[in-house]
């Protein structure tokens, strides 16, 4: 299971637009990765994921250049309720999840 | 949407007592998972199942520790004797199948173990 590192927080003010870099320098071939958001005493919740090139939905988009070692998750317009942990993890189809520190976003008025 | 759910949200027992925690998957999900979260601390891997049979289990997941999905919906987390550094949340996750195209594991809520 490829390692990542991601920053330990960040802040933004709402309407700016939050780009979180994650770095996963050994992906394997079959691995994905995937997004998770989670606000405190919730389960993480799912928010995007890829394998290459560019995802997008109606929360976020994913960036992940052709080598695929590292990823850019893309919030859009971040308002307070985007206040949270941002995990990046990568991993098989089956695999458990290997869950790293994420990243902590502040959102100030 | 569907969803996982879970119960109870909140769970309070005495140290030493036996604790079963609920998850319901979502209903066509074949593969299953708990993890937990200490207060303050990292998102960790338990167990997953699948076939009704563990598939992986981490060093965490010691003979206190059991699953079972005694019918078509419930998986269950049960934990036998339970001490006081169990306090955390527990999380059921699961997903669809190996053929899917992706792994995207859906978290429940969360039950929320304090061992007394």
């Known amino acids: 299971l490829a390692k990542t590192t991601q920053p330990i927080s960040m802040d933004s003010y709402e309407g700016q637009e939050v780009n979180i870099t994650c770095s996963h320098n050994n992906i394997a071939t079959n691995d994905y990765i995937t997004w998770y958001q989670q606000f405190p005493s919730q389960g993480p919740r799912f928010i995007i994921q890829?394998?290459?090139t560019k995802v997008t939905n109606e929360v976020a988009s994913l960036f992940i250049p052709a080598d695929r070692k590292s990823s850019t998750l893309s919030l859009p317009r971040v308002s307070l309720s985007d206040t949270a942990v941002y995990y990046c993890l990568v991993g098989g189809r089956t695999d458990k999840l290997i869950f790293g520190t994420g990243t902590r976003l502040q959102v100030f008025p | 949407e569907p969803e996982v759910t879970q119960t109870p949200s909140h769970q309070v027992t005495q140290m030493g007592q036996e604790v079963i925690l609920r998850c319901v998957p979502i209903?066509?999900?074949?593969?299953f998972y708990w993890y937990r979260q200490i207060l303050g601390q990292k998102v960790e891997f338990l167990v997953s199942?699948?076939?009704?049979?563990?598939?992986?289990k981490s060093e965490i997941f010691d003979d206190q520790f059991s699953v079972e999905r005694p019918d078509g919906s419930n998986f269950t987390l049960k934990i036998r004797s339970t001490k006081l550094e169990d306090s955390a949340m527990y999380f059921c996750a699961s997903i669809s199948h190996a053929g899917a195209q992706s792994n995207t594991q859906y978290f429940g809520p969360g039950t929320r173990l304090t061992v007394l």
């Open positions: 199942f699948y076939n009704n049979e563990i598939s992986e």
């Open positions: 209903s066509n999900h074949l593969y």
């Open positions: 890829g394998y290459k």
